[in-house]
């Protein structure tokens, strides 16, 4: 029976390079893992869910500061929950897309639920993430 | 009609991904994304009534 340090430092560079292969695209750590049918369901689940979420009006969170005081740190956690979608989320910043909402957009009926649906996005491809990183560890099969 | 379709899309894309990750065959991962889902459901539709009744 090992614990919980010995499997913490028996993870392997490759479980490393999985985790974060699936944390830049979806569904990838699985694909390179040989789990396709693992990658196709995680995948799917993670992309349907973030371009669901643009197509009913949500938007990205970052960090922009210009709030005042403390108020600014309220970016940081959906900024967090973004960031999970990994390349995604990076292309978007890149190329500044999905950040701003216009007046039409906020009020559109499932405006808040498309914000939603962007953070779980990326807190359920966090959850993908350490899946593909226990199974390059060998923790799970 | 709109909001119960968005919530049963959350519920099932939730319950994919929980069932794929927390179980290793594939009836044990049907079996847990089927109860995440219908957890969900339920507890939203439970939330939604309480709501309903709330006058604020």
Redesign the interface.
């Known amino acids: 029976m090992t614990t919980v340090d010995e499997q913490t430092e028996g993870a392997p560079t490759r479980a490393w390079l999985m985790g974060a292969a699936a944390w830049l695209v979806p569904g990838l750590g699985h694909l390179l893992q040989g789990k396709w049918?693992?990658a196709l369901?995680?995948s799917?689940?993670?992309w349907?869910?973030f371009i669901?979420g643009f197509q009913?009006g949500g938007h990205l969170f970052k960090y922009t500061g210009s709030e005042p005081g403390l108020s600014a740190l309220l970016q940081v956690p959906p900024m967090i929950a973004n960031l999970g979608n990994g390349l995604a989320y990076i292309v978007c910043w890149l190329w500044d897309y999905g950040f701003a909402h216009g007046e039409q957009q906020a009020a559109l009926?499932?405006f808040e639920?498309g914000w939603?649906?962007l953070l779980?996005a990326g807190l359920?491809n966090y959850?993908?993430m350490?899946?593909a990183f226990d199974i390059a560890a060998r923790r799970?099969? | 009609m709109?909001?119960f379709l968005?919530m049963t899309?959350?519920a099932a894309?939730?319950g994919?991904?929980?069932g794929?990750?927390a179980k290793?065959s594939?009836r044990e991962q049907f079996m847990y994304g089927l109860k995440v889902f219908a957890e969900f459901m339920i507890i939203g539709l439970v939330l939604a009534w309480i709501l309903y009744f709330i006058p604020f």
């Open positions: 049918w693992r369901l995680l799917g689940a993670v349907i869910c669901a009913m009926p499932t639920f939603t649906f779980v359920l959850l993908a350490l899946d799970k099969s | 709109r909001h968005v899309a959350f894309l939730a994919i991904v929980f794929t990750v290793n594939a």
